[in-house]
Protein backbone atom coordinates (compact mmCIF):
# COMPACT_ATOMS: atom_id res chain seq x y z
CA UNK A 1 0.00 0.00 0.00
CA UNK A 2 1.60 3.15 -1.27
CA UNK A 3 0.84 6.69 0.40
CA UNK A 4 -0.44 10.05 -1.53
CA UNK A 5 1.85 13.01 -0.34
CA UNK A 6 0.87 16.58 -0.56
CA UNK A 7 2.31 18.78 -2.84
CA UNK A 8 3.05 21.49 -0.42
CA UNK A 9 4.07 21.36 3.05
CA UNK A 10 0.94 23.25 4.15
CA UNK A 11 -1.16 20.53 3.72
CA UNK A 12 -1.86 18.51 6.67
CA UNK A 13 -2.22 14.84 4.18
CA UNK A 14 0.23 12.27 6.07
CA UNK A 15 3.50 11.84 4.26
CA UNK A 16 6.91 10.25 4.96
CA UNK A 17 8.36 10.59 8.12
CA UNK A 18 11.80 12.81 8.60
CA UNK A 19 13.82 9.47 8.83
CA UNK A 20 12.21 8.41 5.35
CA UNK A 21 12.96 11.39 4.08
CA UNK A 22 16.46 11.06 5.61
CA UNK A 23 16.93 7.81 3.69
CA UNK A 24 15.56 8.79 0.34
CA UNK A 25 17.84 11.74 0.36
CA UNK A 26 20.69 9.46 0.95
CA UNK A 27 19.81 6.99 -1.95
CA UNK A 28 19.03 10.01 -4.32
CA UNK A 29 22.56 10.70 -3.64
CA UNK A 30 23.93 7.27 -4.44
CA UNK A 31 21.74 7.56 -7.72
CA UNK A 32 23.27 10.89 -8.88
CA UNK A 33 26.70 10.05 -7.89
CA UNK A 34 26.20 6.74 -9.70
CA UNK A 35 25.15 8.42 -13.12
CA UNK A 36 28.54 10.55 -12.72
CA UNK A 37 31.12 7.49 -12.17
CA UNK A 38 29.12 6.17 -15.83
CA UNK A 39 30.04 9.68 -17.37
CA UNK A 40 33.14 10.16 -15.63
CA UNK A 41 34.61 6.61 -16.92
CA UNK A 42 33.29 7.09 -20.66
CA UNK A 43 34.74 10.45 -20.37
CA UNK A 44 38.14 9.17 -19.88
CA UNK A 45 37.48 6.48 -22.47
CA UNK A 46 36.29 8.67 -25.39
CA UNK A 47 40.27 8.53 -26.80
CA UNK A 48 40.39 4.46 -25.93
CA UNK A 49 36.89 4.14 -28.26
CA UNK A 50 38.74 6.41 -30.98
CA UNK A 51 41.81 4.37 -30.89
CA UNK A 52 40.15 0.92 -30.45
CA UNK A 53 37.89 1.74 -33.90
CA UNK A 54 40.50 3.67 -35.67
CA UNK A 55 38.40 6.95 -35.85
CA UNK A 56 38.82 10.36 -37.08
CA UNK A 57 37.07 13.26 -35.38
CA UNK A 58 33.99 12.97 -37.61
CA UNK A 59 33.25 9.38 -37.35
CA UNK A 60 33.95 9.62 -33.37
CA UNK A 61 31.44 12.54 -33.66
CA UNK A 62 29.24 9.84 -35.06
CA UNK A 63 29.56 7.56 -32.05
CA UNK A 64 28.74 10.45 -29.84
CA UNK A 65 25.76 11.25 -31.79
CA UNK A 66 24.24 8.04 -31.60
CA UNK A 67 24.39 7.98 -28.02
CA UNK A 68 22.73 11.41 -27.91
CA UNK A 69 19.99 10.79 -30.29
CA UNK A 70 18.85 8.09 -27.76
CA UNK A 71 18.84 10.35 -25.31
CA UNK A 72 16.68 12.87 -26.90
CA UNK A 73 14.19 10.10 -28.75
CA UNK A 74 13.78 8.40 -25.15
CA UNK A 75 12.51 11.56 -23.42
CA UNK A 76 9.33 11.66 -25.29
CA UNK A 77 8.04 8.40 -23.57
CA UNK A 78 10.38 9.18 -20.19
CA UNK A 79 7.37 10.54 -18.55
CA UNK A 80 4.99 7.82 -19.27
CA UNK A 81 7.80 5.33 -18.51
CA UNK A 82 8.60 6.75 -15.02
CA UNK A 83 4.69 7.24 -14.27
CA UNK A 84 4.37 2.99 -15.32
CA UNK A 85 7.48 1.92 -13.43
CA UNK A 86 8.17 4.19 -10.84
CA UNK A 87 11.16 6.65 -10.50
CA UNK A 88 12.65 3.35 -8.63
CA UNK A 89 11.78 0.83 -11.34
CA UNK A 90 12.87 3.29 -14.06
CA UNK A 91 16.09 3.90 -12.07
CA UNK A 92 16.89 0.03 -11.41
CA UNK A 93 16.11 -0.50 -15.20
CA UNK A 94 17.90 1.78 -16.41
CA UNK A 95 21.06 0.87 -14.23
CA UNK A 96 21.23 -2.34 -15.50
CA UNK A 97 21.41 -1.40 -19.29
CA UNK A 98 23.70 1.48 -18.57
CA UNK A 99 25.90 -1.01 -16.54
CA UNK A 100 25.78 -3.78 -19.92
CA UNK A 101 26.47 -1.16 -22.53
CA UNK A 102 29.39 0.25 -20.86
CA UNK A 103 30.92 -3.05 -20.00
CA UNK A 104 30.62 -3.83 -24.00
CA UNK A 105 31.72 -0.73 -25.30
CA UNK A 106 35.29 -1.51 -26.53
CA UNK A 107 33.41 -5.74 -27.19
CA UNK A 108 31.62 -4.64 -30.71
CA UNK A 109 33.27 -6.51 -33.93
CA UNK A 110 32.47 -3.56 -35.96
CA UNK A 111 31.17 0.55 -36.29
CA UNK A 112 28.14 -0.82 -37.35
CA UNK A 113 27.33 -2.31 -33.85
CA UNK A 114 28.62 -0.06 -31.80
CA UNK A 115 26.27 2.57 -33.27
CA UNK A 116 23.05 0.88 -31.82
CA UNK A 117 24.34 0.12 -28.66
CA UNK A 118 25.53 4.13 -28.20
CA UNK A 119 21.69 4.71 -28.82
CA UNK A 120 20.93 2.13 -26.40
CA UNK A 121 23.39 3.80 -23.75
CA UNK A 122 22.12 7.15 -24.13
CA UNK A 123 18.43 6.19 -23.69
CA UNK A 124 18.92 4.32 -21.20
CA UNK A 125 20.93 7.17 -19.09
CA UNK A 126 18.19 10.01 -20.20
CA UNK A 127 15.17 8.48 -18.98
CA UNK A 128 17.56 7.71 -15.66
CA UNK A 129 18.57 11.35 -15.43
CA UNK A 130 14.35 11.75 -15.87
CA UNK A 131 13.81 9.42 -13.03
CA UNK A 132 16.28 10.56 -10.41
CA UNK A 133 15.56 14.01 -11.12
CA UNK A 134 11.77 13.73 -10.62
CA UNK A 135 12.59 11.81 -7.04
CA UNK A 136 14.74 14.87 -6.44
CA UNK A 137 12.13 17.42 -6.88
CA UNK A 138 9.97 15.36 -5.19
CA UNK A 139 12.76 15.54 -2.19
CA UNK A 140 12.89 19.45 -2.41
CA UNK A 141 8.54 19.55 -2.29
CA UNK A 142 8.09 16.87 0.65
CA UNK A 143 11.59 18.36 2.79
CA UNK A 144 10.45 21.90 2.51
CA UNK A 145 14.32 22.92 1.54
CA UNK A 146 16.82 23.25 -1.74
CA UNK A 147 19.04 20.20 -2.32
CA UNK A 148 18.42 19.88 -5.54
CA UNK A 149 22.33 21.27 -6.62
CA UNK A 150 23.78 19.32 -3.78
CA UNK A 151 22.18 15.95 -5.67
CA UNK A 152 23.92 17.60 -8.66
CA UNK A 153 27.14 18.10 -6.70
CA UNK A 154 27.18 14.26 -6.37
CA UNK A 155 26.66 13.43 -10.15
CA UNK A 156 29.64 16.08 -10.20
CA UNK A 157 31.31 13.80 -7.62
CA UNK A 158 30.83 10.59 -9.26
CA UNK A 159 31.82 11.97 -12.53
CA UNK A 160 34.88 13.40 -10.93
CA UNK A 161 35.69 9.90 -9.16
CA UNK A 162 35.54 8.07 -12.59
CA UNK A 163 37.25 10.06 -14.23
CA UNK A 164 40.50 10.25 -11.25
CA UNK A 165 40.38 6.05 -11.07
CA UNK A 166 40.02 5.67 -14.60
CA UNK A 167 43.20 7.90 -15.10
CA UNK A 168 44.97 5.97 -12.21
CA UNK A 169 43.90 2.70 -13.17
CA UNK A 170 45.57 4.08 -17.09
CA UNK A 171 48.38 4.78 -15.13
CA UNK A 172 48.90 0.85 -13.61
CA UNK A 173 48.26 0.12 -17.08
CA UNK A 174 44.58 -2.06 -16.57
CA UNK A 175 43.15 -2.42 -19.95
CA UNK A 176 40.14 0.09 -20.69
CA UNK A 177 38.70 -3.15 -21.20
CA UNK A 178 38.87 -4.17 -17.96
CA UNK A 179 38.47 -0.93 -16.70
CA UNK A 180 34.73 0.01 -18.40
CA UNK A 181 33.32 -3.28 -17.28
CA UNK A 182 34.11 -3.11 -14.12
CA UNK A 183 32.84 0.43 -13.99
CA UNK A 184 29.66 -0.82 -15.46
CA UNK A 185 29.30 -3.75 -13.02
CA UNK A 186 29.90 -1.27 -9.99
CA UNK A 187 27.38 1.41 -11.03
CA UNK A 188 25.11 -1.65 -11.64
CA UNK A 189 25.13 -2.84 -8.14
CA UNK A 190 25.06 0.42 -6.44
CA UNK A 191 21.88 1.74 -8.05
CA UNK A 192 20.48 -1.83 -7.15
CA UNK A 193 21.22 -1.09 -4.24
CA UNK A 194 20.06 2.13 -3.62
CA UNK A 195 17.33 2.34 -5.09
CA UNK A 196 15.29 0.44 -2.25
CA UNK A 197 15.98 3.64 -0.54
CA UNK A 198 14.04 5.70 -3.14
CA UNK A 199 10.45 6.94 -2.34
CA UNK A 200 7.57 4.50 -3.15
CA UNK A 201 5.43 7.39 -4.68
CA UNK A 202 6.22 11.23 -5.51
CA UNK A 203 3.67 13.80 -4.01
CA UNK A 204 -0.12 14.28 -5.72
CA UNK A 205 -0.38 17.58 -7.15
CA UNK A 206 -2.44 20.14 -5.27
CA UNK A 207 -6.64 20.25 -6.38
CA UNK A 208 -5.89 23.52 -8.13
CA UNK A 209 -3.42 22.84 -10.87
CA UNK A 210 -5.39 19.66 -12.09
CA UNK A 211 -4.63 16.99 -13.74
CA UNK A 212 -0.87 16.16 -14.58
CA UNK A 213 -0.04 15.81 -17.30
CA UNK A 214 2.68 12.52 -18.49
CA UNK A 215 3.88 14.39 -21.59
CA UNK A 216 4.10 17.92 -22.10
CA UNK A 217 5.63 19.44 -25.47
CA UNK A 218 7.49 22.42 -24.71
CA UNK A 219 6.06 25.89 -25.17
CA UNK A 220 5.71 28.64 -23.52
CA UNK A 221 7.83 28.51 -20.27
CA UNK A 222 8.99 25.40 -20.91
CA UNK A 223 10.35 26.19 -24.07
CA UNK A 224 12.14 28.99 -22.76
CA UNK A 225 13.92 27.00 -19.80
CA UNK A 226 14.61 23.93 -22.53
CA UNK A 227 16.35 26.67 -24.53
CA UNK A 228 18.45 27.93 -21.53
CA UNK A 229 19.54 24.07 -20.86
CA UNK A 230 19.92 23.52 -24.25
CA UNK A 231 22.89 26.06 -23.98
CA UNK A 232 24.01 25.07 -20.81
CA UNK A 233 23.58 21.14 -22.24
CA UNK A 234 26.00 22.10 -24.94
CA UNK A 235 28.41 23.72 -23.22
CA UNK A 236 28.87 20.84 -20.54
CA UNK A 237 28.65 18.21 -23.24
CA UNK A 238 31.58 19.44 -25.24
CA UNK A 239 33.50 19.40 -21.69
CA UNK A 240 32.58 16.25 -20.86
CA UNK A 241 32.97 14.76 -24.69
CA UNK A 242 35.93 16.57 -25.59
CA UNK A 243 38.03 18.03 -23.19
CA UNK A 244 40.26 14.79 -22.45
CA UNK A 245 40.95 14.65 -26.14
CA UNK A 246 41.82 18.21 -26.17
CA UNK A 247 44.32 18.04 -23.80
CA UNK A 248 45.89 14.63 -25.17
CA UNK A 249 45.84 16.05 -29.10
CA UNK A 250 46.13 19.25 -28.94
CA UNK A 251 48.15 20.12 -26.39
CA UNK A 252 50.26 17.02 -26.06
CA UNK A 253 49.62 15.56 -22.69
CA UNK A 254 49.68 11.87 -21.58
CA UNK A 255 46.11 9.95 -22.01
CA UNK A 256 46.47 9.37 -18.00
CA UNK A 257 47.18 13.25 -17.37
CA UNK A 258 44.78 14.41 -19.54
CA UNK A 259 42.38 12.72 -17.53
CA UNK A 260 43.28 14.82 -15.34
CA UNK A 261 41.39 17.44 -17.05
CA UNK A 262 38.08 16.09 -16.91
CA UNK A 263 38.44 15.43 -13.02
CA UNK A 264 39.45 19.11 -12.54
CA UNK A 265 36.54 20.07 -14.43
CA UNK A 266 33.77 17.63 -12.89
CA UNK A 267 35.64 18.03 -9.01
CA UNK A 268 34.89 22.06 -9.32
CA UNK A 269 31.64 21.16 -10.88
CA UNK A 270 30.79 19.06 -8.16
CA UNK A 271 32.10 21.70 -5.27
CA UNK A 272 29.87 24.48 -6.72
CA UNK A 273 27.29 22.45 -6.49
CA UNK A 274 27.07 21.85 -3.03
CA UNK A 275 27.31 25.78 -2.74
CA UNK A 276 24.65 25.47 -4.83
CA UNK A 277 21.56 25.21 -2.55
CA UNK A 278 23.26 28.42 -0.85
CA UNK A 279 23.55 30.81 -3.39
CA UNK A 280 20.28 30.45 -4.81
CA UNK A 281 18.48 31.15 -1.24
CA UNK A 282 20.86 34.14 -1.46
CA UNK A 283 20.95 35.51 -4.81
CA UNK A 284 18.25 35.74 -7.74
CA UNK A 285 18.56 32.92 -9.72
CA UNK A 286 19.17 35.05 -12.44
CA UNK A 287 21.84 36.52 -11.33
CA UNK A 288 23.45 33.47 -10.57
CA UNK A 289 22.98 32.12 -13.63
CA UNK A 290 24.09 35.80 -15.17
CA UNK A 291 27.23 35.22 -13.70
CA UNK A 292 28.25 31.61 -13.58
CA UNK A 293 28.08 31.21 -17.11
CA UNK A 294 29.87 34.74 -17.79
CA UNK A 295 32.79 32.90 -15.96
CA UNK A 296 32.95 29.79 -17.71
CA UNK A 297 33.12 31.80 -21.20
CA UNK A 298 35.62 33.60 -19.95
CA UNK A 299 37.53 30.77 -18.30
CA UNK A 300 37.29 28.90 -21.74
CA UNK A 301 38.43 31.73 -23.59
CA UNK A 302 41.90 31.79 -21.67
CA UNK A 303 42.27 27.75 -22.18
CA UNK A 304 42.29 28.31 -25.32
CA UNK A 305 44.36 31.40 -25.89
CA UNK A 306 46.97 30.29 -23.53
CA UNK A 307 47.37 26.67 -24.94
CA UNK A 308 49.48 25.81 -21.91
CA UNK A 309 47.95 22.45 -20.41
CA UNK A 310 48.42 23.76 -16.43
CA UNK A 311 46.56 26.57 -17.22
CA UNK A 312 43.57 24.46 -19.47
CA UNK A 313 42.93 22.85 -16.22
CA UNK A 314 42.93 25.77 -14.19
CA UNK A 315 40.66 26.65 -17.06
CA UNK A 316 38.71 23.61 -16.93
CA UNK A 317 38.49 24.21 -12.88
CA UNK A 318 37.00 27.50 -13.29
CA UNK A 319 34.55 26.19 -16.55
CA UNK A 320 33.04 23.24 -14.34
CA UNK A 321 32.09 26.28 -11.51
CA UNK A 322 30.45 28.42 -13.59
CA UNK A 323 28.44 25.72 -15.41
CA UNK A 324 27.83 24.35 -12.09
CA UNK A 325 24.10 26.12 -11.25
CA UNK A 326 22.75 26.11 -14.54
CA UNK A 327 21.10 22.85 -14.93
CA UNK A 328 19.91 22.53 -11.40
CA UNK A 329 18.36 25.87 -11.22
CA UNK A 330 16.40 25.06 -14.23
CA UNK A 331 15.11 21.51 -14.19
CA UNK A 332 13.69 23.12 -11.03
CA UNK A 333 12.06 26.19 -12.91
CA UNK A 334 10.33 23.24 -14.75
CA UNK A 335 8.56 21.80 -12.42
CA UNK A 336 7.15 24.55 -11.39
CA UNK A 337 4.89 25.04 -14.59
CA UNK A 338 2.00 24.16 -13.97
CA UNK A 339 -0.10 21.58 -15.83
CA UNK A 340 2.30 18.87 -16.04
CA UNK A 341 3.68 15.85 -13.61
CA UNK A 342 7.50 16.27 -12.26
CA UNK A 343 8.76 13.95 -14.82
CA UNK A 344 7.22 15.36 -17.69
CA UNK A 345 8.10 18.47 -17.44
CA UNK A 346 11.82 18.02 -16.83
CA UNK A 347 11.29 15.28 -19.65
CA UNK A 348 10.03 18.19 -21.78
CA UNK A 349 12.98 20.53 -21.27
CA UNK A 350 15.43 17.96 -21.54
CA UNK A 351 14.03 17.04 -24.99
CA UNK A 352 15.56 20.13 -25.94
CA UNK A 353 18.50 20.69 -23.71
CA UNK A 354 19.68 17.00 -24.79
CA UNK A 355 19.39 18.09 -28.17
CA UNK A 356 22.39 20.04 -27.50
CA UNK A 357 24.30 16.95 -26.48
CA UNK A 358 22.62 15.50 -30.54
CA UNK A 359 23.62 18.98 -32.18
CA UNK A 360 27.58 19.40 -30.26
CA UNK A 361 29.05 16.04 -31.51
CA UNK A 362 28.59 16.61 -35.31
CA UNK A 363 29.49 20.41 -34.97
CA UNK A 364 32.24 19.90 -32.89
CA UNK A 365 33.05 17.08 -34.95
CA UNK A 366 32.95 19.26 -38.20
CA UNK A 367 34.70 22.24 -37.14
CA UNK A 368 38.15 19.56 -35.73
CA UNK A 369 38.09 18.26 -39.56
CA UNK A 370 37.73 21.37 -41.14
CA UNK A 371 40.02 23.78 -38.46
CA UNK A 372 41.51 22.72 -35.47
CA UNK A 373 40.00 20.70 -32.04
CA UNK A 374 41.19 24.11 -30.45
CA UNK A 375 38.94 26.16 -32.69
CA UNK A 376 36.15 23.42 -32.18
CA UNK A 377 36.15 23.86 -28.24
CA UNK A 378 34.94 27.78 -28.47
CA UNK A 379 31.98 26.33 -28.82
CA UNK A 380 31.66 26.14 -25.13
CA UNK A 381 32.45 30.09 -25.35
CA UNK A 382 29.68 30.75 -27.40
CA UNK A 383 26.87 28.71 -25.95
CA UNK A 384 28.01 30.16 -22.04
CA UNK A 385 28.44 33.89 -23.64
CA UNK A 386 24.21 33.48 -25.10
CA UNK A 387 23.10 31.59 -21.39
CA UNK A 388 24.68 34.75 -19.47
CA UNK A 389 23.19 37.08 -21.93
CA UNK A 390 19.67 35.45 -21.93
CA UNK A 391 19.28 34.07 -18.19
CA UNK A 392 16.88 36.75 -17.11
CA UNK A 393 13.95 35.15 -19.24
CA UNK A 394 14.49 32.20 -16.75
CA UNK A 395 10.84 32.43 -14.45
CA UNK A 396 11.85 32.46 -10.86
CA UNK A 397 11.31 31.19 -8.08
CA UNK A 398 9.12 33.41 -5.80
CA UNK A 399 11.31 34.86 -2.89
Not at 80 to 91: E, K, S
Not at 124 to 136: C, F, H, R, T
Not at 148 to 155: A, V
Request: hydrophobic share 55%.
Amino acid sequence: MTTTFPASLGQTAPGPSPSRLSRARRSTRVLFAALGLVGGAWGVHIPSVKMHYGLDEAMLSLVLLSAAAGAVVSLFTAGRIVAWLGARGAARACALVMGLMLALVLHWPSLALLLPAMLVFGAAMSLYDVAINAEGSALEVLGGRAILSGLHGMFSLGAMGGAALAAGLLRLQVTPEHQLAGFGLLMALAVLAAARGMLDTHPAPEPHEGPQAQFAWPRGQLLVIGLLIFAGMSAEGVMYDWCVLYLKQELGMPQAQAGLGYAAFAGAMALARFAGDRLRARYPEDQLLAFSAGLSAFAMAVVLISGDPWVSLIGYALVGAGLAPVVPILYNAATRVPGTSRAAAIASVSSIGYSGFLIGPPLIGAIAHALTLTAAMGVVVVAASLLSIFSHRVPMAKR
